[in-house]
């Protein structure tokens, strides 16, 4: 299922603060998951943790993890690309990346005395800060089948 946010008040609040020009790829980041996480809390979802990371080199990230009213724990990767180019900022989920969050989710979820129901989800965030910017929602983006 996707949902979208196109040019609404919310939606850009986080992106007018800086203008293009003074932004870091880090803080463009940084602006991308905040909009992805009160995208997100709009619909529902219960922020449980951000920029969760595996122990070691090579382990991955996950950049939010939610909760639906249901239980469902929602491992979300929110990427941000400033064009569509390419695929845009969906073709930027490859398959090691993939595998880099299936990894960090498994080891997230041995931390808990028994696993939820879980999802993997992502939002796109496509257009700079200070434009218009457009926010796409993919519920079940990927499994963890083949990793």
Request: include cysteine; charged fraction near 25%; glycine fraction near 10%.
């Amino acid at each position: 299922m996707r949902e979208s946010a196109k040019g609404s008040k919310a939606a850009n609040r986080p992106g007018h603060l800086l203008h293009q020009q003074q932004v870091t790829t880090k803080r463009r980041g940084d602006l991308a998951e905040l909009l992805a996480r009160e995208h997100l809390q709009r619909r529902g979802l219960r922020w449980v943790q951000s920029n969760f990371r595996t122990p070691g080199r090579g382990g991955g990230e996950i950049d939010l993890i939610m909760c639906e009213p249901d239980g469902t724990l929602v491992f979300v990767e929110v990427r941000q690309r400033s064009r569509s180019d390419f695929g845009g900022a969906a073709a930027s989920i490859g398959a090691a990346k993939r595998r880099r969050i299936v990894l960090a989710a498994r080891h997230y979820l041995m931390r808990l005395s028994s696993a939820p129901p879980c999802r993997f989800d992502a939002v796109l965030v496509q257009g700079m800060p200070g434009d218009q910017l457009h926010v796409e929602w993919i519920k079940a983006a990927f499994d963890a089948s083949g990793f």
